[in-house]
C-alpha cells in the first residue's frame, strides 16, 4: 500500500509545496487581535483541507477564543485503531520584523530551506500529516487508521482554552493513542524519538523593605537592603555544584536508570560552548551536560530587577525587589507541590527587615514520559529509520509541551511525538524556517509509520 501512497506524494510534490505556502502565507498571529481574522483564515484553510477529504464531522468549534478545527475519520473500520492528531495552525509574532531576510507571511526556499513564519512550529508539520492522509484517499480511497483531528489555534498564547475543551469533550476526543508533531530532531537528518518533556512550574518573590527609596549614606547600615535580601534568598536555593538544597525539592524525582543513562549517551552531544558561546557546561554534580537537561530538574533565575538602572550612580536603598524563577520538572514530581516548597524555603530563609511575597505562576505542566519499549514508541523509531536510512535515536527534551501531559492525564493514552523540526529552523525567532529534507522524509516516515500501525 505504501508504495502507492508515497508516489502520491513525490508526483505531487511541487503542488504541495505550493499548497502549504498558501498556509503559510495566513499571517495567523494568536496573539495579537489585529491578525483576528487572519487566524479565522488559517482555521478555514484546515476546515477546507479536512472536507475536500471527505472527513467526517468537519468543524470549527467555538472555544471562546481562536477556532479549534475537529474532524473525524472512521473508514477503517471497527477493528482498527484510533489516533488522536493534535496540532496548531496559529504562530508567533514575526518581530523584530527587520530582522528578517525575507518577508515572513512571503515563503522562500533558499539553500534546500523553506523560510516562513509558522515553517517548523507548527504549521509545516501539521500540513505534512494533512499531505498524506490526501495521498492515501487519492491512491487506497481509505486511511489504515481511524483518526480524530485536533488542531487548534491558541498554541502560541498558552492553549487558553483547550484544556477546558478537552475535558469536557473526552468522548469527542477519545482515541488509542495519541500523534503529535510539534517537535523535532536533535541534528537534521538524524530521526529522533522523543520519549519524555518536562514539566514546569514557577514563583515570583517580591522583596519590599522601606515605603521608598533611600538614601544609602543616610540610612546605609540601619536599614536592610531589598536586593541584598533577594540575594540572600536566591543564593540559599541552589549551590556552586547546581545542586537545588531546598528541602524536599528531590524527594519525588524518578532515579535515572543505567539503561536511560546508555540511551542518552548514544545520542549526539550539542556543542554547548559552540552553540551557547561559553567557556564550559555547568550540570548537576554526577550528571553530564546531556543528562541534566534532558532528564534531570532545574531550578532558573529568569529575572531580577531592583533599584537604579540608569546610566552613572544613584546612592540609594531600593524600597523593593523582585525575581522570577521557573523550574523544569521530571516524572514523579508534582508542579503545585513544588511551589509550596519554594514558597515555605523563601519564607524560612528571609531575613529580618523585609517583608517578602510569593506570586505562584499559574500555568504549570507534569513531566511526561512513554517507554522507549513501547510499540507504538518502537514502530515510529523502525518508520524513521526506514524513512531517512538512518538509526534511530531516542532523548527526553528540557523543554515543556503542556498539552501532552493534558493528553495523558485526561485520557491516560500512549502519546508518541513524531517530530521533524531541526536545531536551526530558528523557532519564534526571525528566519523560521524548515528543511525540505524533512519534509519529504518526514512524510515518509508517516507513511511507513501508519502502515506499521494496522499491522
Given at each position: 500500500m505504501s508504495?502507492?501512497?508515497?508516489?502520491?506524494?513525490k508526483?505531487?510534490r511541487a503542488?504541495?509545496?505550493?499548497?502549504?505556502?498558501?498556509?503559510?502565507?495566513?499571517?495567523s498571529?494568536?496573539?495579537?487581535?489585529?491578525?483576528?481574522?487572519d487566524?479565522?483564515?488559517?482555521?478555514?484553510?484546515?476546515?477546507k483541507?479536512?472536507?475536500?477529504?471527505?472527513?467526517e464531522?468537519?468543524e470549527?468549534?467555538?472555544?471562546?477564543?481562536?477556532?479549534?478545527?475537529?474532524?473525524e475519520?472512521?473508514?477503517?473500520g471497527?477493528?482498527?485503531?484510533?489516533?488522536?492528531f493534535?496540532?496548531?495552525?496559529d504562530v508567533?509574532p514575526?518581530?523584530?520584523?527587520?530582522?528578517?531576510?525575507?518577508d515572513?507571511?512571503?515563503p522562500?526556499?533558499?539553500?534546500?530551506?523553506l523560510?516562513a513564519?509558522g515553517?517548523?512550529d507548527?504549521?509545516?508539520?501539521?500540513f505534512?500529516?494533512?499531505?498524506?492522509?490526501?495521498?492515501?484517499?487519492?491512491?487506497?480511497g481509505k486511511?489504515p487508521?481511524n483518526?480524530?483531528?485536533?488542531?487548534?489555534?491558541?498554541?502560541e498564547?498558552?492553549?487558553e482554552?483547550?484544556?477546558?475543551?478537552?475535558?469536557?469533550?473526552s468522548?469527542?476526543?477519545?482515541?488509542?493513542?495519541?500523534?503529535?508533531s510539534d517537535?523535532?530532531?536533535?541534528?537534521?537528518?538524524?530521526?529522533?524519538?522523543?520519549y519524555g518533556l518536562k514539566?514546569?512550574?514557577?514563583?515570583?518573590?517580591?522583596?519590599?523593605g522601606?515605603?521608598h527609596d533611600l538614601?544609602?549614606?543616610?540610612?546605609?547600615g540601619?536599614?536592610?537592603?531589598?536586593i541584598?535580601a533577594l540575594s540572600?534568598?536566591l543564593?540559599?536555593?541552589?549551590?556552586e555544584d547546581?545542586v537545588?538544597t531546598?528541602?524536599?525539592?528531590?524527594d519525588?524525582v524518578e532515579?535515572?536508570?543505567?539503561?536511560?543513562?546508555e540511551?542518552?549517551?548514544k545520542?549526539q552531544?550539542?556543542d554547548?560552548?559552540e552553540?551557547?558561546g561559553i567557556?564550559?557546561?555547568?550540570?548537576?554534580?554526577g550528571?553530564?551536560?546531556?543528562e541534566?537537561?534532558?532528564?534531570?530538574?532545574?531550578?532558573?533565575?529568569?529575572?531580577?530587577?531592583?533599584?537604579?538602572?540608569?546610566?552613572g550612580?544613584?546612592?540609594i536603598?531600593?524600597?523593593?525587589?523582585t525575581?522570577?524563577?521557573?523550574c523544569?520538572?521530571?516524572?514523579?514530581?508534582?508542579?503545585e507541590?513544588?511551589q509550596?516548597?519554594?514558597?515555605?524555603h523563601?519564607k524560612?530563609?528571609?531575613p529580618?527587615?523585609v517583608?517578602?511575597?510569593?506570586i505562584?505562576e499559574?500555568?504549570?505542566?507534569?513531566a511526561?514520559k512513554?517507554?522507549?519499549?513501547?510499540?507504538?514508541v518502537?514502530?515510529?523509531?523502525k518508520?524513521?529509520?526506514?524513512?531517512?536510512?538512518k538509526e534511530?535515536?531516542?532523548?527526553?527534551?528540557?523543554?515543556?509541551?503542556?498539552?501532552?501531559?493534558?493528553?495523558?492525564?485526561?485520557?491516560?493514552i500512549?502519546?508518541v511525538?513524531?517530530?521533524?523540526?531541526?536545531?536551526?529552523?530558528?523557532?519564534h525567532?526571525?528566519?523560521e524556517?524548515?528543511?525540505?529534507?524533512?519534509?519529504?522524509k518526514?512524510?515518509?516516515t508517516?507513511?511507513h509509520?501508519w502502515?506499521?500501525i494496522?499491522?
Open positions: 508504495e502507492k501512497v508515497l508516489s502520491y506524494l508526483n505531487n503542488e504541495l509545496l505550493d499548497r502549504l505556502n498558501q498556509f503559510l502565507s495566513i499571517p498571529v494568536s496573539a495579537d487581535s489585529v491578525h483576528k481574522k487566524v479565522s483564515q488559517a482555521a478555514d484553510f484546515v476546515e483541507f479536512l472536507n475536500d477529504l471527505q472527513f464531522q468537519v470549527q468549534m467555538d472555544t471562546g477564543g481562536h477556532p479549534l478545527v475537529y474532524a475519520y472512521n473508514g477503517a471497527p477493528d482498527a485503531p484510533t489516533v488522536l493534535y496540532g496548531h495552525y508567533q514575526v518581530d523584530p520584523i527587520d530582522l528578517w531576510d525575507s515572513p507571511f512571503k522562500e526556499v533558499r539553500n534546500g530551506r523560510y513564519r515553517s517548523s507548527d504549521k509545516g508539520q501539521v505534512m500529516h494533512l499531505a498524506v492522509f490526501e495521498a492515501y484517499m487519492k491512491t487506497e486511511l487508521i483518526v480524530k483531528v485536533c488542531i487548534e489555534g491558541e498554541e498564547v498558552g492553549s482554552n483547550l484544556y477546558r475543551i478537552l475535558h469536557e469533550k468522548d469527542k476526543f477519545s482515541a488509542d493513542f495519541a500523534v503529535i517537535s523535532g530532531m536533535v541534528a537534521k537528518n538524524q530521526p529522533t524519538i522523543l514539566g514546569f512550574t514557577g514563583i515570583e518573590i517580591n522583596v519590599t522601606p515605603d538614601h544609602s549614606g543616610m540610612y546605609g540601619a536599614v536592610r537592603n531589598p541584598m540572600h534568598i543564593a540559599s536555593m541552589k549551590n547546581e537545588i531546598v528541602d524536599g525539592f528531590y519525588d532515579p535515572l536508570t543505567d539503561d536511560e543513562r540511551l542518552i549517551g545520542v552531544g550539542e554547548y560552548q552553540s551557547a567557556n564550559e557546561t555547568a550540570s548537576e554534580k550528571f553530564t551536560a546531556k541534566h537537561t534532558m532528564a534531570r530538574p532545574t531550578f532558573e533565575i529568569n529575572g531580577m530587577y531592583g533599584g537604579y538602572q540608569g546610566e550612580t544613584k546612592t536603598i531600593p524600597s523593593s525587589a525575581a522570577k524563577i521557573t523544569r520538572l521530571v516524572p514523579g514530581q508534582d508542579p507541590k513544588i509550596v516548597l519554594l514558597e515555605d523563601v524560612k530563609v528571609t529580618s527587615g517583608t517578602v511575597e510569593v505562584k499559574k500555568l504549570s505542566a507534569k511526561y512513554v517507554e522507549p519499549n513501547n510499540p507504538l518502537q514502530k515510529a523509531a518508520s524513521y529509520t526506514k524513512a531517512f536510512e534511530t535515536v531516542y532523548v527526553r527534551m528540557g523543554g515543556s509541551i503542556p498539552v501532552v501531559e493534558w493528553i495523558e492525564a485526561i485520557y491516560n500512549p502519546i511525538l513524531l517530530g521533524f523540526g531541526t536545531p536551526d529552523d530558528r523557532l525567532s526571525p528566519n524556517s524548515f528543511p525540505l529534507d524533512s519534509f519529504d518526514g512524510m515518509e508517516l507513511v509509520y502502515d506499521e494496522q499491522k
